[in-house]
């Protein structure tokens, strides 16, 4: 079989150093986009474990699959969690979900942990779709845009070009670095023609490197209009898959003049991080 | 209490041809707003609005540019595909470019015995519009006696005026019952009762909506309706699905401001004494404007705070129909505005069809963001 250059590389993790018996509130984000599902287990607020998973096409079992990686190895069951929150374009099919909230919320409110409550604009690049968030020192959210016309400058269509080039997706930020010099922007309305004016590019006899570069600078220049349009208040972070990748984050960072922060938490888990705090937050009220 | 009003609004066409073959009368096809229909009553015509179906179509592409606004090509794709064949002539008043193409091109494409191009003025705040407009209706007036071959009378004004006013009035009432803490209408079936406004005869809708206003003062509920409160403003709309999505994830629609609801209802015809076709003039130079009316002076952006107090939204859903150039205009004022007074605002682009999954996660966090449950 073909090797497939889209696929990122999905993953578990587990903290160790704590005993989820002992804990009084274990709550849990299950985050299903169109593209991954996350799941998160906090232990009193504590990020105990996690799972980022390929979403299939039956989103029921792609919620499953996350939530059993996340348990795997922990003797933890699914009755053991207090409460679930599902988030997400696939909330309502989180089987044992107690509630659901949109990913809108749970990333400002997973963002507010991860990068600190200085925070105050994020830049959700999905699978799908980006979404810009501006929100308060608590990780309530005080407006958001969404794109609303096409998928680029998604992972979705950085993945369509990790194929189209034969470039590990991981590889491809650090890659569109390595250029003589910066080459302009390809089309940036939709994957599909930038596509094609990728494989023109090529033709033309343009190394791989450069045309990656001329999709990372597109992709970049799409989302600086999202931002522009509602406003970039500092402190400024990035969540999602997009996140990991350094030529759209470089590039985004210099035409926005503004730095992203930086956080010791994975940025694909901040949906469902986002939620299993919700779900802490409702296990409170209900206990008081 | 309101099937009625939405059996009207889903069988248009069947109720225009019963009423055509009932009465023997001449129906007319509107397409703005600003149609001066007391002047159609009083001629014993049955004016309706021509409105699009929402569904995607394939025939307007060689008649209007694909940078007019969807709903002007929707409407003219009714008549392109027969669906208002049962009238007998058309009209416009005159408001925006795209709308008068629509109508331009159903009297080019479209056999009827009569057509109308009402020169509505578009500077309403010029003190000349109230005298431009009353010689334009008085020539419409003479156009309508010609083509029905008889005169109109004062009488017969007085009468269309008195049938327009009393259906204006009750709307007026119902509307105010959705300031109530919970309103016994939800914005869908208020929205129902409207869009029937426009397409039946006022002397049938008028007995209906007087029962249920009374059935309301009564005490009486429709439905009950606890959601998170929402203005809703902007281009034309007749999104029944919209608005029904909106309320089924925790929203109520208590007030709005468009050409199917308040714009259309909102002021009556002062007819005191005086010259009855200046007074109509008068009427529609003086009600809510569309905001391809409402320059020099922006004087919507008040009303439209107003509204939004009294009837207490906490948010608004502000829509435009793609490439509508006169609310793309005002929308940013407005929002401003809003935001200004602690009235959040949500903006959304509508088309033919709305991507009703795309706008649903848009609205829900929308509404997440205007709740005040602490999870913080």
Redesign the interface.
């Given at each position: 079989m073909a090797q497939e250059f889209w696929r990122w590389k999905e993953y578990n993790w587990k903290n160790e150093n704590i005993d989820w018996k002992g804990g009084s509130i274990i709550s849990s984000g299950v985050d299903v986009g169109s593209v991954s599902s996350q799941a998160v287990i906090l232990v009193d607020g504590e990020l105990y474990a996690y799972a980022s998973m390929r979403t299939g096409s039956d989103s029921p079992l792609s919620a499953v699959n996350a939530m059993n990686w996340a348990l795997d190895g922990s003797g933890m069951k699914l009755e053991n969690i207090n409460y679930v929150v599902g988030t997400g374009?696939g909330r309502v099919n989180v089987p044992f979900a107690n509630k659901t909230?949109?990913?809108?919320?749970c990333h400002a409110?997973g963002a507010n942990l991860m990068y600190g409550g200085s925070v105050r604009t994020i830049l959700d690049m999905g699978g799908q779709d980006c979404k810009a968030i501006r929100c308060d020192e608590?990780?309530?959210?005080?407006?958001?845009l969404?794109n609303?016309k096409c998928a680029a400058g998604t992972g979705r269509g950085m993945e369509v070009f990790a194929d189209l080039l034969s470039v590990p997706i991981e590889e491809i930020g650090g890659l569109s670095f390595d250029v003589a010099e910066e080459p302009e922007p390809v089309s940036s309305t939709c994957v599909v023609f930038a596509k094609t004016e990728a494989t023109g590019l090529l033709r033309e006899g343009w190394p791989k490197n450069k045309v990656i570069a001329a999709y990372c600078s597109a992709m970049a220049h799409r989302v600086v209009t999202l931002l522009d349009r509602i406003g970039v208040e500092k402190d400024f972070a990035i969540t999602g898959g997009i996140a990991k990748n350094i030529g759209v984050v470089n590039r985004l960072q210099k035409e926005l003049g503004v730095e992203t922060l930086k956080s010791k938490y994975d940025s694909q888990i901040a949906g469902a991080l986002g939620a299993a705090l919700?779900a802490k937050?409702?296990v409170e009220?209900e206990r008081k | 209490m309101i099937s009625q009003f939405r059996e009207w609004e889903e069988n248009r066409h069947t109720y225009a041809k019963s009423w055509k073959e009932k009465t023997g009368g001449k129906v007319i096809g509107y397409f703005c707003t600003y149609v001066p229909e007391e002047i159609l009553y009083a001629a014993d015509i049955l004016p309706v609005r021509i409105l699009g179906s929402h569904e995607p179509q394939d025939v307007t592409e060689p008649h209007i540019f694909g940078m007019f606004c969807p709903f002007c090509r929707d409407c003219l794709a009714q008549g392109l595909k027969g669906r208002y064949d049962y009238l007998d002539g058309v009209m416009i008043s005159q408001s925006c470019l795209h709308i008068r193409q629509a109508y331009t091109s159903w009297v080019k494409h479209i056999p009827q015995s009569f057509s109308y191009y009402l020169p509505m003025p578009n500077n309403i705040q010029s003190k000349h519009a109230v005298p431009y407009l009353t010689a334009e209706l008085k020539q419409f007036k003479t156009a309508v006696e010609k083509w029905i071959g008889r005169e109109i009378t004062n009488d017969d004004l007085k009468k269309g005026i008195d049938i327009m006013n009393e259906n204006r009035s009750l709307m007026h009432k119902l509307y105010s019952f959705r300031k109530n803490e919970a309103p016994p209408v939800s914005g869908e079936e208020a929205m129902q009762v409207a869009m029937s406004q426009q397409m039946v005869d006022k002397r049938e809708h008028t007995p209906l909506l007087k029962s249920l206003v009374t059935q309301f003062e009564g005490g009486a509920v429709n439905s009950v309706n606890k959601g998170i409160r929402l203005m809703i403003l902007g281009s034309e709309d007749d999104d029944i699905p919209f608005i029904r999505m909106v309320e089924s994830v925790g929203g109520t629609v208590v007030i709005d401001d468009h050409c199917v609801g308040t714009r259309y209802f909102w002021n009556n015809v002062n007819a005191n004494g005086g010259d009855l076709i200046e007074s109509i003039a008068k009427r529609y130079i003086e009600r809510p404007a569309c905001p391809s009316k409402d320059w020099i002076e922006r004087n919507r952006i008040p009303h439209l705070l107003n509204l939004a107090k009294d009837f207490g939204a906490k948010g608004a859903i502000v829509i435009q129909q793609k490439f509508c150039d006169p609310h793309e205009l005002d929308i940013p004022a407005i929002i401003k505005k809003f935001n200004e007074n602690d009235i959040?605002t949500l903006f959304l682009?509508f088309d033919v069809t709305v991507p009703i999954g795309?706008f649903k996660?848009?609205v829900?966090?929308f509404l997440?963001?205007l709740q005040e449950e602490d999870?913080?």
């Open positions: 374009y909230i949109t990913e809108i919320a409110r608590k990780g309530k959210v005080a407006n958001f969404m609303d919700f937050a409702l009220k | 959040k682009e795309q996660i848009r829900e966090a997440e963001m999870l913080f």
